[in-house]
């Protein structure tokens, strides 16, 4: 399905993702973890408003999967991102809306390969066969005007959520397997901001 912001999911892009405007989604090769702290099931599945069984099941289908420690047999703990659980957010909102699964996977590979600064300052539209990246209200408004969204996550708020709620859980760090009680993954960012500065 084309559109006039770009091309539809998989074809061939009408802009890159670098050039201004919202574009359509593509899919994108996903950056290795450096997080400190990681997210049990039950965590990221309370953080992310979802059912255990829709995190196995996700996990399971390789649309979410962690990207902190899998669980590779039988009593193993997967353990999540603070990205991972925000990602599982939105996956939720959009299924709840109707949006293509190919056009959440796609997505969800987006997301993954972005820098955090880029998340925090990013909303997503969709007009339930393309899912779009727009970076200012002005590239929202251009969306709206073309006709392509009817829906949108503000990715930044979904950070916000996500952030609330982990800082009310338990996380644990992944070098040493301590418990971390409250832990605030604004903390652990705020850090890894501070480290790319110098």
């Known amino acids: 399905m084309r ?15 670098g050039e201004s ?14 997080e400190v702290v990681g997210y049990r099931g039950p965590t990221a599945c309370a953080a992310a408003g979802i059912t255990y069984r829709q995190l196995d099941y996700w996990g399971r289908t390789g649309l979410v999967e962690p990207s902190v420690r899998a669980a590779p047999g039988a009593g193993a703990q997967r353990l999540y991102s603070f990205r991972d ?3 599982l957010k939105i996956v939720k909102r959009f299924l709840d809306t109707g949006v ?26 969709s007009d ?3 899912v779009y990246e727009c970076s200012s209200p002005d590239e929202v408004v251009n969306l709206l005007q073309g006709g392509q969204g009817i829906f949108g996550i503000a990715v ?17 760090r992944i070098d040493t397997g301590e418990t971390l009680v409250g832990n605030n993954p604004a903390d652990e960012l705020a850090r890894r901001r501070r480290d790319r500065a110098v």
């Open 3 to 17: 559109s006039s912001g770009g091309s539809a999911v998989g074809g061939a892009l009408g802009r890159r993702l």
């Open 21 to 34: 405007g919202p574009y359509p989604l593509r899919e994108s090769a996903p950056e290795p973890s450096a």
């Open 85 to 87: 659980v925000v990602v």
């Open 100 to 125: 293509a699964l190919q056009n959440i996977r796609t997505a969800v590979q987006h997301l993954r390969a972005r820098e955090v600064c880029d998340l925090e300052r990013m909303t997503l539209m």
């Open 128 to 130: 339930g066969a393309t």
């Open 156 to 172: 930044g708020v979904v950070w916000c959520d996500v952030e609330a709620a982990l800082s009310q859980l338990h996380g644990e």
